[in-house]
Each structure stands twice: as structure tokens, then as C-alpha cells.
């Protein structure tokens, strides 16, 4: 079996779908949902995704494909919100349990052997800088998934369609500061904490949204428009923006570039290295500058899961979070003075991976039990 995962539009597929006759093709029919960040399809043991929308398997599909391709229209660095969200939704491919491989924390494989992968972007006028960073980008998502990249492709198209400029916005004129929550795990995402922990370090009202509230891109990016500064708070999702941040970009994009604010960012990884947020925040520059936004600054903080956690608990435990209590403290300030923080990085303190890897490893395998246990009452 070969697998084709794309974005094309219909006059696009009718033009290339000779060359895929016997595929097994993944595109867009309009319900596929993003993923939660549940993590079930790791302690559900077997790599499926619990939405049952067509989209539950990929892991194994990938598994059983001899020849893989991905096709998506460049946006930003990496895929279309659509691609990423296969991609979101293909973790299972991968166990949840990690090692080091290439000198970084990753996930163990599920399945023996590489998957070399084709990935064509479809872009205009990219330049060498755009491709350089779509082929950092899968490079990153291949050794994440434990992959190969077996050929990177650019295709020339079309500019993609922007629709008007919703003037009002702009005479209204922006104001106030807008903390944008970009995780969908709603209570229990650690951007949550990050950004409430940089609300009260700023000590100034600042409103913040979360995507998890079942707002539009489009309510969502009418709330960006109105802000005079934005800090978006995103998860780092298979090396990249999760699929309902693109979709926030993409409408923000559409709407209201051109109409400048300061755009701040506060993303956090699951594993070790915060070092591995680097192309997300490559693609949150992209976006500004595409947009005309002025991009002032970042943290990225590393083994999230464990720093959202000791937030929210007790002072006394909080030692291997101190570095990311620091940078945040030193953002709010940056936020609250609308001044340049450039990017910042935060991995635990004196908390080793080693360690982390031990933690975290056998903490799978009592939330696996506990899955399993649940499905046998
Ligand atoms: C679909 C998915 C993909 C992920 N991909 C990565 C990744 O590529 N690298 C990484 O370090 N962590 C990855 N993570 C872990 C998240 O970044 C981590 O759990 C983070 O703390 C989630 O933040 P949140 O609670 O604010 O959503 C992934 C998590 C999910 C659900």
C-alpha cells in the first residue's frame, strides 16, 4: 500500500490524481477534528486516536504504507492546517515512552525500520531562506517520528487567496493585551499556567483566551485584531504550531494583516530540550512578518508537562521549574513595558533528562494499566 496525505484543492487533485491511482490518499472531506492533547492513543495502547472521523488510524497506516508522500501548500515553515492535523493526529505511530536518540529526548519507536517520507510544498515565489526552513522543519518531524526524509520538493502555484482587510479594527485602533491559549486541553494544559503565571507577574489586566472554549478561528482572530498586544501560548505539536493555531493564523492572516501589534510568545515542549521549540518559533516570526505584526520576543521552555505540573502545585517542589519562573517573571515585563524580550530559553533546573526520561517513562506505564483497567469494567 502507498499513502498519500495532501491538501490539494479539487482542480488541483484532478490534475495530479493520475499518479496516484492505487493510493490509500488522506484529504481534507471537511471532518476531521484537531487533536486534544488526550495523549489516548499512547495509553489506549495500541496508537488509535479515540475521534472516530477517518482519521483514528495513522499510525498504523503510515506503518503499513511502502511509499509515503506529503503534499501541502507552505505555510509559514511547515505544512497547511490541514496537513498538520494528519500529523497532530499520527502521534500513535510513535510509543509514548522516550529515549535519547540524536542526542535528544524522543519517543521509542512503535515499529521496527525507518519510514522514509516525500514531502512536496507547493508555494510562490519561495525563496531559499522559505525552503531552508520547510527542510529544517520535516528534518526535525522525521527524527521525531522517528522517520527519514527521503526527498523534499517545491512546487511553484499560485499566491494563496486573502480575502479583505476588515477595516474596523484599524480605525477603532488596538488596545489592551491579550493572552491567546492555543491548546485545546482546556483545564489541563500547561500553557494555561504559563500564561496565568505571566498575568500575574505582568500585574496589569490582560484578558486571555483559550481555543478550548469553542470559539471560531475567525471569533478568535477578531480578538487578536482587537489587541494592542498579543502573547500566543502554544504547545509545541510534531515540531511545530498545532493545526488550530494555524487555522488561527491563517484567519488572522486574512483579516487583519497590516494593522500592526506586538505579537509575544510563550511555548512549551514535552520533551527535554527547549532547544526543540525552534521551528515553531521560526514559524510564529514567519507569520508576524507576513502579517506586519512586530514580533518582540519569546520563551520556550522545556519538559513542560513536568514545569505546568510543579506550577500548579506547591512552592516547595518548585525547583526544577525556577528557570522558567524566572524568564517569565523577565517577560512580564517586557509585555508590560511593550518592550523587545528576544527569544528566551527554559530547561528544568538541575533536574537531569536522565531523570526526567525515568519519571516520565514509568509514569506511561501506570497511566497505560490504568487505561487498560478502565476498559475491562
Ligand atoms: C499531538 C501532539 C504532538 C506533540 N509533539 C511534540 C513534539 O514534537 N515535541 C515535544 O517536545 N512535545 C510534543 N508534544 C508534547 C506537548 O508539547 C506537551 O505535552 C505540552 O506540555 C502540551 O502543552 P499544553 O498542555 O499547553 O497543551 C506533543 C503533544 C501532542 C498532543
Not at 524522543?106 to 531552508?132: C, I, M, N, Q, W
Not at 486571555?208 to 471560531?216: K, Q, V
Not at 498586544?229 to 515540531?239: I, K, Q, R
Amino acid at each position: 500500500m502507498n499513502l498519500l496525505i495532501h491538501d490539494l484543492t479539487a482542480a488541483e487533485w484532478e490534475l495530479a490524481k493520475d499518479d496516484y491511482k492505487d493510493w490509500t490518499v488522506i484529504s481534507d472531506n471537511g471532518t476531521i477534528r484537531p487533536c486534544i492533547g488526550c495523549f489516548c492513543c499512547w495509553t489506549g495502547g495500541k496508537g488509535e486516536c479515540v475521534f472516530r472521523d477517518g482519521y483514528e488510524n495513522m499510525g498504523s497506516l503510515i506503518h503499513e504504507a511502502d511509499e509515503m508522500v506529503v503534499m501541502s501548500r507552505y505555510t509559514y515553515g511547515g505544512f497547511s492546517s490541514f496537513v498538520k492535523n494528519v500529523f497532530d493526529r499520527s502521534i500513535g505511530y510513535v510509543l509514548p515512552e522516550f529515549e535519547t536518540a540524536y542526542g535528544e529526548m524522543h519517543h521509542k519507536k512503535r515499529y521496527a525500520g525507518d519510514r522514509p517520507v516525500t514531502f512536496r510544498f507547493r508555494g510562490s515565489a519561495l525563496t531559499k531562506a522559505d525552503k531552508e526552513k520547510a527542510r529544517n522543519y520535516v528534518a526535525a518531524v522525521c527524527r521525531n517520528l522517528r522517520g527519514t526524509v527521503k526527498e523534499v520538493i517545491f512546487d511553484e502555484c499560485a499566491p494563496a487567496k486573502t480575502g479583505t482587510a476588515v477595516p474596523s479594527p484599524r480605525s477603532a485602533g488596538r488596545s489592551g493585551i491579550l493572552l491567546a491559549d492555543c491548546s485545546l486541553r482546556g483545564k489541563r494544559s500547561n500553557t494555561a499556567v504559563f500564561l496565568e503565571k505571566l498575568r500575574e507577574y505582568m500585574d496589569v489586566p490582560a484578558q486571555i483566551l483559550s481555543l478550548s472554549d469553542g470559539i471560531s478561528p475567525d471569533e478568535a482572530a477578531a480578538a487578536v485584531s482587537r489587541a494592542g498586544t498579543v502573547v500566543l501560548g502554544v504547545p509545541l505539536y510534531v515540531d511545530g504550531l498545532p493545526s488550530p493555531a494555524i487555522r488561527l493564523m491563517e484567519a488572522v492572516k486574512e483579516k487583519y494583516s497590516g494593522d500592526p501589534c506586538r505579537i509575544y510568545a510563550v511555548v512549551n515542549n514535552g520533551l527535554y530540550e527547549s532547544r526543540q521549540n525552534d521551528n515553531l518559533l521560526e514559524m510564529i516570526k514567519a507569520w508576524c512578518s507576513d502579517c506586519g505584526f512586530i514580533y518582540s520576543g519569546a520563551l520556550a521552555i522545556g519538559a513542560g508537562e513536568v514545569v505546568g505540573t510543579l506550577m500548579r502545585g506547591q512552592k516547595h517542589v518548585l525547583w526544577p521549574a525556577r528557570n522558567a519562573l524566572i524568564r517569565l517573571s523577565a517577560l512580564a515585563k517586557a509585555v508590560k513595558g511593550s518592550e523587545e524580550n528576544g527569544d528566551d530559553y527554559a530547561d528544568t533546573f538541575l533536574f537531569p533528562r536522565w531523570l526526567y526520561i525515568l519519571i516520565a517513562n514509568t509514569n506511561w506505564q501506570r497511566l497505560k494499566k490504568t487505561a487498560a483497567r478502565g476498559k475491562q469494567r
